[in-house]
């Protein structure tokens, strides 16, 4: 590969000079894409990225070009994520779900990998990309199809509060904490939806009923380690029924006990690769996370990423 890969207190700087390798650099940074660009001969790209705990950050920088994911590129890959692309210079085009919104600096749209989407940029142009795991993001599909595609102006309410703090995230100095870099990364992802919902003049009982999802997220996150967290403390601590609750939850499409068992599992898999824990044991580790018996944690750790506990700690080795 043409490629040259650089990195500087925590930035990897991805470069591609042709075509194959740009579309290569594009697929491992972000997901799989058709790439047309308007003169292959001078293509040229650059990718520079950072990771903010499940917050991916990138800002990309090439020549005029359409990035294109098809029905037949969602229905080969596994990746589902919720984007936000911001542009920071030139102009972009994205087009999703039935809308298309034109995008100029400091402008920032929502798109999601997991239907077809089309990018188009032009003149000397640089895309800032954040990135989360669809499953970090409490939308349902239906909610998030009536926010992608939207233009969030950099002049226009939230968005204009938000935008440069977007923009900053790349700017930021290393060495912040996992915990800090969790709750910006959410943070983050909440104040997007708040733009998105106000840019779609979204009623505002949608907006309290995730508010609410969001609060509730936030407080099970704190206590994962507390083998007493169920539906019904987790009432008592917003002194709402349990009935609420869990209608709180049915509109995301999930339930309490799954919402808690799935952030439970991940806390444990983060725990397998960080190597402040190598010399924990899977029991300790699931006994930490809320766990109290082991082999329910590996029959629903295998459930939820395809691989047994160890199979996937002797991966990382």
Request: net charge neutral; with cysteine.
């Amino acid at each position: 590969m043409d490629d040259a890969a650089t990195s500087d207190q925590g930035i990897e700087t991805l470069r591609a000079g042709n075509l194959r390798d740009w579309t290569s650099v594009i697929r491992d940074q972000f997901v799989a894409l058709n790439v047309a660009p308007s003169n292959s001969s001078e293509l040229v790209g650059a990718v520079r990225s950072r990771q903010l705990a499940h917050l991916g950050v990138a800002e990309v920088e090439s020549t005029p070009q359409m990035f294109e994911r098809t029905s037949r590129l969602v229905s080969r890959s596994a990746a589902n994520v919720l984007q936000i692309g911001l542009v920071s210079r030139g102009a972009g085009h994205l087009v999703q779900d039935g809308r298309t919104c034109s995008l100029g600096p400091g402008d920032f749209a929502i798109y999601e990998s997991s239907r077809p989407f089309t990018w188009t940029l032009t003149g000397d142009w640089r895309l800032l990309v954040y990135t989360w795991p669809r499953e970090m993001v409490p939308l349902l599909g239906c909610d998030s199809q009536r926010l992608t595609a939207r233009l969030l102006g950099a002049e226009s309410g939230v968005a204009r509060i938000l935008s440069p703090m977007l923009t900053g995230l790349m700017q930021l100095e290393s060495g912040l904490s996992p915990t800090i870099s969790a709750r910006l990364a959410d943070e983050c992802a909440e104040l997007t939806i708040t733009a998105a919902w106000e840019a779609a003049g979204l009623a505002d009982a949608d907006a309290t009923s995730v508010e609410h999802f969001w609060m509730v997220r936030k407080y099970i996150e704190e206590r994962l380690q507390d083998t007493d967290l169920n539906p019904q403390t987790i009432a008592d601590a917003f002194c709402i029924s349990t009935r609420t609750l869990h209608r709180i939850f049915a509109k995301q499409g999930t339930t309490v006990a799954s919402w808690i068992r799935s952030r439970r599992l991940e806390a444990c898999r983060q725990a397998m690769t960080s190597p402040g824990s190598r010399m924990r044991s899977l029991t300790e580790i699931a006994l930490g996370y809320g766990f109290t018996d082991s082999a329910a944690f590996s029959r629903a750790f295998k459930c939820q990423y395809g691989v047994s506990p160890s199979r996937y700690r002797s991966q990382l080795h």
